[in-house]
């Protein structure tokens, strides 16, 4: 028995944050969103997808943003990322060196921390 790989990853957001979880998740990572199930769309959120990276955006009731809990992405030309990402408001934290990284910070709208690595 042994653990393959992470299918996808789920963060919160309150209710009736789709359109700025698209905005950000769409316009400004540039992933795609996926239909989710019909048994679970009833329940808010929206999914998005680019290749192997599956990010689950759901609804919760009481919701309070990871600040310190994260999602890693590998990116390629970091610097425009997060470029993209302060045009749009987004809170961000400018990139350092991190082993062979350059590391950086991006909150989506609602608070919740995403790690940035570019190789250096």
């Given at each position: 028995m042994s653990i393959e790989r992470i299918d996808h990853a789920q963060l919160a957001m309150p209710k009736?944050?789709?359109?700025?979880?698209?905005?950000?998740?769409?316009?400004?990572?540039g992933l795609t969103e996926v239909p989710k199930p019909a048994e679970?769309?009833?329940?808010?959120?929206?999914?998005?997808?680019?290749?192997?990276?599956?990010?689950?955006?759901g609804v919760e009731d009481d919701f309070r943003s990871?600040?310190?809990?994260?999602?890693?992405l590998v990116v390629t030309d970091l610097d425009a990322l997060l470029a993209r990402a302060r045009t749009a408001g987004c809170e961000t934290v400018d990139p350092a060196p991190?082993?062979?990284?350059?590391?950086?910070?991006v909150y989506d709208?609602?608070?919740?921390?995403?790690?940035l690595l570019e190789a250096a």
């Amino acid at each position: 028995m042994s653990i393959e790989r992470i299918d996808h990853a789920q963060l919160a957001m309150p209710k009736g944050g789709e359109d700025q979880a698209r905005g950000f998740y769409a316009d400004v990572l540039g992933l795609t969103e996926v239909p989710k199930p019909a048994e679970l769309a009833t329940r808010g959120g929206c999914w998005f997808e680019n290749g192997s990276v599956k990010l689950h955006i759901g609804v919760e009731d009481d919701f309070r943003s990871a600040r310190k809990a994260h999602v890693a992405l590998v990116v390629t030309d970091l610097d425009a990322l997060l470029a993209r990402a302060r045009t749009a408001g987004c809170e961000t934290v400018d990139p350092a060196p991190f082993q062979s990284w350059r590391q950086a910070y991006v909150y989506d709208p609602f608070g919740n921390r995403l790690e940035l690595l570019e190789a250096a």
